[in-house]
Nanobody
């Protein structure tokens, strides 16, 4: 089992930036594909970005492509989501997830508790 803890959320104005972090423990971090999902109030959880075990491959939702960057530091067991040019529609609880492979569906094996991101207009 792997435990995941997100941090870095907060309140930011439209056009601003935030960097989310996800700290992993319990298993070898580099054996997991990692993803970020988000869930706005009253909406289903949706895919944001994912990366392969080495970080060499990435995939993004069309809604964040060009604005968000997913990365990982396997030596520190950390996953990041750099969010630039934030929009009010980005407001959601953001979750990191670990799984066996990169997928865009919310079918990962392990999930963090989430961190709130609020973007004001």
């Amino acid at each position: 089992q792997v435990q995941l803890v997100e941090s870095g959320g907060g309140l930011v104005q439209a056009g601003g930036s935030l960097r989310l972090s996800c700290a992993a423990s319990g298993r070898t971090f580099s054996t997991y594909a990692m993803g970020w999902f988000r869930q706005a109030l009253g909406k289903e959880r949706e895919f944001v970005a994912a990366t392969s075990r080495s970080g060499g491959s990435t995939v993004y939702a069309d809604s964040v492509k060009g604005r968000f960057t997913i990365s990982r530091d396997n030596a520190k067991s950390l996953l990041y989501l750099q969010m630039n040019s934030l929009k009010p529609d980005d407001t959601a609880v953001y979750y990191c997830a670990a799984g066996r492979q990169v997928v865009t569906s919310p079918s990962y094996d392990y999930w963090g508790q989430g961190t709130q991101v609020t973007v004001s207009s």
